[in-house]
Each structure stands twice: as structure tokens, then as C-alpha cells.
């Protein structure tokens, strides 16, 4: 009898040991609500029961050191940040945080102001005003970043001064400080000074995806678990899951703060010849835009389910990286699924990570059109980290640790493929709520990434994409009274644009 009561305790221990993966922090893209047909995402589309931490997106910052609203019509005049705040109706628990930067915004204002006392002091006070006000209960800092894209070689101290002064400020209020990360390791040498930033936030969000995508020129997986045999190279051998998480552990993060990215959406990209279909192909660029998300290069996990449930696409896994592709003709998708998902999530508790972080929830089948279930992706992540189903929205719960265990897979030898730019998930931001099929009276092609207003209706622009030709179902329209102003990307009162009607 004392046996067995001394084994079932050491049982107990170990599991304890292994079960620190208790965090799940849910990115929302506030943007998707002004995507069409099933891509359409709101705030009341989120199960706030599948995550214990959720974050809208995004803020911005303005050249005196303020937190700026990026979208007013749709986060304060239809009601997206009061609208977010009520998802604690649904779930008391769950901790609802915005999220300032990403990609889109750049670096060079960070920069600016965290090395700056003055600039740096105002940030803090706003930030601090900023969550009170509309009701979040923390801050996600997303510079895209530090000491580079416009940054200063002075970034990498002035980020830990920025950290810290938030932190003191934020412990006063009882409010919660997380980052988001670039993953690999040569970001550790210029951007961020790991034992220090580990003193002060709670959190870290490491975005361990976009490892491999169209700028390669081969095939190549958005988010593999570990390297091809290849992959031997210095840059090469950092661009997978494992190297990065070691990485981060290894530069002094404490692992209880370490939260592992996952994607909720696939790169793509076209093959140079439709026979060869391997990892490492040959490719002539990005794949075909989707849908929803209009971005070549990249789809959302709904767009590629329906996809793959329309038929046409041969599905394969590579069991050295742990994840699934599919092809059809010259169309290849790098992707995850909710079985690489999985071993993600198991990758994480053995590791003792502190939890997970998804990008995006908007992405995700929300309303199981492909049969998998309602964000399949998302409940895949939950049902791992707390070994059971997800509650029903409506339904709230205390979640407590899991005690799992699960046996590590053997990692097979690092390696190496091109070098990658320094890009992450590309966010776009829309100010407007509804389509229209008028086309221009002249062919315009997009001269960058971003927005491109109507030469001939200014309450009408275009979402652009670099180098390509306006399509008809990019045209978007301001609302009502409302008129498109190229210097600041916003449908605004017509004395605000230099628009002549």
C-alpha cells in the first residue's frame, strides 16, 4: 500500500514537472471584420473560452510618444474596443490585452522614443491611460524591430529601458506586460539582450513562424519543428521551432515565460515545374492570392481547408520537420494542421514552456465550414494544453494545469537553406465596411504594398499589392460622408483630405 501511495506521489511530481504549459494567448486581427463571405471576422466570433489571454490588434504610436488609435471608425466608432472588453461576460477569467506595432508599423518611431527619456516617459503615462481607459488588462509590445528596419544600434539598451519603465508603471496599476518576438537567433545578437528583458515582462510570444516562405525561391515550411538534413548552415540550421526555442532558453529566458507561436495560416508558393513537389523544390514566387485574406503568398487556415475540401490537392507530411504541405499543379501551401499542432503543443510542455501563443484566431475556421469543427486549430491547442474540450461559448471555466506527460522525439541533425528577409506576418489594417463592384475608367497598378485611393471616386481606394494590377473585388468603400485620404490611410470628413469633389 505505501508503494503504490509512493509511486502515484512521484507520478504526481513528474507530471507537476512537465505541466507548466498552462498559458494560450490568442491574437485577434481586429482587420478581418471587413473581409467578405466566410472570411467575415468579428469580435463576437471569438470563443473567448479557448484562450486564457487574448490580444487585439493593434495600436499604433505618434511622434510625440502617445499611443495612437490606427482604425477609429471601426475600434471606437462601431464599438470594437467596448465590443472586445465584453468578451469577459463570456469568460471572467480570461485576460484581454491590446497589442501596440507589428510589422506595419515599423521601427523607426520606437526607436525614437525608447531612446529618448523625455519621449519615453510620455509613452509609458499613455500606455498606462491608454488600457485604463477602455478597459484592457494589459499591454503587448510588438516592435518590428529593434535596431533594425529604421531602428538604431541603441535599440537593443533602449528596449530594456523601455521594458522597465513600463513594468514599474504597470506593477503599480496591476497591469500585465507581454512582447512579441522575432524567433531566430541572430535576433538575440543585435536586437534583444535576453536576461535582461527577462527581468521585466511576464510574458514573451515568440513568433517561431515565417521560417521559410516565397522569398526562399524553394519550397519550404512556414513553422518546421526541426531542420532538413540540408539545413547545416549558421542561418539555415536557426530557421526551425526547436533552434529557436533553444535559442531563447539558452540566451536566458526563463522557460516558465517563453510562449511558442503557432500559425493559424500557411505560406504558399508557385513551383517552377508542376513534377517536382518536394520540400526544397524550385519556386518562381508567391502562390495565388486567397479569397479573404487577398495576400499572394499567403492564406488564412480557412482558406486553406476549403481548399483542401474542394479536392485537387495531394496531401503529404514531412516526418523530419513535422508538418504537412499539399500541392496541386503549380501551387504548393506550406501549412499546419491540427495534428502538427499537436506536436507542438506536447514540443512545448516537455520543453516546460509557459504556454502557447496563436497567430491569428481570425484566421481560424471559426465557423467550421470544413468540418473539422468551430476553430479547429485554436481547440486543437486548448484540448492539448489542458487535455480536455474547450467550453461552449456562453460557458465559463477556471482552467487548471495539465498533467500530461509526453515522450520526446529524437531531433534530427541541423542544417541550412536560404537566407530570409526580415519579415513576419504582414498585417493590413481597412477603414471601411463595405464593398463595391464599380471598376476605375483607367488600369492602375499598385506601386506598393498598402492602399491606393480611386483617382475618380475619393470615397473609394483599393487594397494593393505590390507590382500587380488592380483587381475588382480590392475596391473598398468609405462610409457614408466619409473620404479616403491617402497620407494617413483613413476615411476621414472631406476637410481633412486634399480631395476635390
Same mark, same amino acid.
Given at each position: ?96 490585452? &491590446? ?28 500606455? #498606462? ?132 507561436? &503557432? ?57 523530419? $520537420? $513535422? ?34 501563443? &496563436? ?14 469543427? $468551430? ?5 486543437? #491547442? ?120
Amino acid at each position: 500500500m505505501k508503494v503504490a501511495a509512493v509511486a502515484g506521489l512521484l507520478l504526481i511530481s513528474v507530471a507537476s514537472i512537465n505541466a507548466a504549459t498552462d498559458r494560450i494567448v490568442c491574437y485577434f486581427g481586429s482587420w478581418a471584420t471587413y473581409r467578405i463571405g466566410n472570411g467575415k471576422y468579428d469580435v463576437e466570433s471569438i470563443n473567448p473560452n479557448l484562450c486564457t489571454h487574448i490580444v487585439y490588434t493593434f495600436v499604433g504610436l505618434d511622434t510625440k510618444g502617445n499611443v495612437k488609435i490606427l482604425d477609429s471608425w471601426l475600434d471606437i466608432s462601431l464599438g470594437g474596443y467596448s465590443r472586445f472588453i465584453q468578451l469577459k461576460q463570456r469568460n471572467p477569467n480570461v485576460k484581454l490585452m &491590446v497589442a501596440i506595432g507589428g510589422w506595419n508599423e515599423g521601427s523607426a518611431s520606437y526607436s525614437t522614443m525608447a531612446n529618448s527619456d523625455l519621449l519615453r516617459a510620455v509613452f509609458v503615462e499613455s500606455a #498606462v491611460a491608454f488600457v485604463k481607459r477602455y478597459g484592457f488588462d494589459g499591454f503587448d509590445v510588438d516592435w518590428e524591430y529593434p535596431t533594425l528596419r529604421g531602428g538604431s544600434v541603441d535599440d537593443r539598451v533602449g528596449f530594456v529601458k523601455l521594458l522597465r519603465d513600463l513594468r514599474a508603471r504597470f506593477d503599480q496599476e496591476g497591469l500585465l506586460l507581454s512582447i512579441a518576438t522575432a524567433a531566430t537567433a541572430d535576433y538575440l545578437r543585435s536586437a534583444y539582450d535576453v536576461p535582461e528583458i527577462n527581468k521585466y515582462v511576464h510574458f514573451v510570444n515568440l513568433m517561431a513562424y515565417d521560417l521559410h516562405a516565397y522569398w526562399d525561391a524553394q519550397t519550404g515550411a512556414n513553422a518546421p519543428m526541426y531542420p532538413n538534413s540540408w539545413e547545416t548552415g549558421y542561418t539555415s540550421s536557426m530557421l526551425n521551432v526547436d533552434a529557436c526555442v533553444k535559442a531563447w532558453l539558452g540566451a536566458g529566458l526563463d522557460p516558465s515565460k517563453l510562449v511558442l507561436g &503557432v500559425p493559424v495560416y500557411g505560406h504558399t508558393f508557385k513551383l517552377s515545374s508542376t513534377s517536382d513537389t518536394r520540400i526544397g523544390a524550385p519556386t518562381i514566387g508567391p502562390g495565388d492570392a486567397g479569397p479573404y485574406t487577398l495576400e499572394p503568398g499567403t492564406l488564412s487556415y480557412l482558406e486553406i481547408c476549403e481548399k483542401l475540401a474542394a479536392g485537387g490537392y495531394t496531401k503529404a507530411f514531412s516526418s523530419v $520537420q $513535422q508538418v504537412p504541405y499539399a500541392y496541386s499543379g503549380n501551387q504548393w501551401i506550406s501549412y499546419d494542421d491540427v495534428n502538427s499542432i499537436a506536436i507542438k503543443v506536447q514540443y512545448a510542455k516537455r520543453m516546460n514552456l509557459g504556454g502557447i501563443m &496563436v497567430w491569428s484566431i481570425e484566421s481560424d475556421d471559426a465557423r467550421g465550414i470544413c468540418g473539422e469543427g $468551430q476553430h479547429p486549430i485554436t481547440s486543437a #491547442v486548448y484540448r492539448e494544453v489542458f487535455g480536455t474540450v474547450a467550453p461552449t461559448p456562453g460557458t465559463t471555466t477556471t482552467t487548471a494545469k495539465t498533467t500530461t506527460t509526453t515522450t520526446s522525439t529524437a531531433r534530427p541533425i541541423t542544417t541550412t537553406t536560404t537566407q530570409r528577409p526580415l519579415t513576419t506576418t504582414t498585417t493590413m489594417y481597412r477603414t471601411t465596411t463595405t464593398t463595391t463592384t464599380a471598376r476605375p475608367t483607367q488600369k492602375l497598378v499598385c506601386p506598393a504594398s498598402g492602399f491606393l485611393r480611386d483617382p475618380n471616386n475619393c470615397a473609394q481606394f483599393y487594397q494593393c499589392y505590390p507590382g500587380l494590377p488592380i483587381q475588382e473585388n480590392w475596391l473598398l468603400r468609405c462610409p457614408s460622408g466619409l473620404y479616403f485620404d491617402p497620407t494617413a490611410n483613413v476615411c476621414t470628413y472631406l476637410f481633412n483630405t486634399d480631395c476635390t469633389v
